[in-house]
């Protein structure tokens, strides 16, 4: 344990920037002292801004998406196409959808991918609630937009089955998706491509 | 400009943790999902410590030290050595060598280095006041404790001419410190070895 040295209200900021991913103790308390620096063009108001999602923000519990209202603005969008549903493993999945501007459909957040690694079973996962909302006869399509994962494709594989009765079409975005890549660091043409050339699965 | 794709409030938080050091655009996206999910143990909290930290903290008038109370702790701890004042960048590296234990005495930031390059000249340092510091009866040395650049060592020696009438013992840390390194990435150890083995300078 490493001696206080900067007072308990800095070591307090200092320990839970730590925590953030993408900073260690080192470079947490870097940033403590840069945001010092910056109080009021930066650190008064990132307190503002987190305390203001902190109160405000909410999980669709129709989609899984995070908002400040529940139906998401996504859910509640008469503009999207109601017979496609999107199924991504995480709401920063649909962010990068979204970014990419490649389809103008709803979501479906999984909340992870199945794996028997780390013990996530189907159960864990927003599955029944994807059977019934597919289950409504507007729904005509499925895209599985799953990371190119072995988890992600068993993953996809699951849902494929677990929908199936339902005699939906079902597709997953084209191979423009690097193999073993994640969504998430992909660019948005790449991702426009992989939307279009989607295939039967 | 990429689509605002998360609503207002989220888009505001990621803009701004994509000004903290070390997170870019697309790493401020991922921090902010993971502290939405963490939004009761770690959002929250993080809001309230970054409030606490905008309101209270201030900068020690006598020593440049960030606080909450002005003077500092540091200024006010009265089993410090009165003789010895150390000359630093930097509050990152007060930090350091506070944690390292290796001087239990008072400290002097400058607030920077001299520079040529980036237009930083004695009037932008904390020169005058280590000066009206340095010259206080009961100080009897300083230690520049500056990291082993060429502009650390620059500013080294115009301090060491500012103080020179005064007539003072000067040291500066000892060749422990790797040439070029700075002071706030070596560990305790190096730390404690260059403040024993401070040389005449
Ligand atoms: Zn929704
Ligand atoms: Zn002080």
Redesign the interface.
Known sequence: M??A???P??E??IQ??A?????GP??A????????KK??T?????????????E??VVCHACGN???SDPC?ICRDAARDPSTLVVVE???D??AL??S?AVQARYHVLGGVLSALDGVRPEHLNIASLVERASDPAVKEIILALNATVDGQTTAHYVTESIRRLDLKVTRLAHGVPVGGEL??LDEGTLMAAIRSRTAF
Chains 1, 2 share one sequence.
Not at 29 to 36: K, V
């Open positions: 490493p001696q040295v900067a007072g209200e800095i307090r900021l839970l920037l925590r953030m991913p993408g900073l080192r470079s308390r870097r940033a403590a002292l840069q945001l010092i109080r009021d930066l650190l008064g108001p990132l307190a503002d801004a987190m305390r203001v999602a902190a405000r923000i995070v908002d400040t603005t995480d709401v920063s649909l962010w979204e970014r501007g998430d660091y």
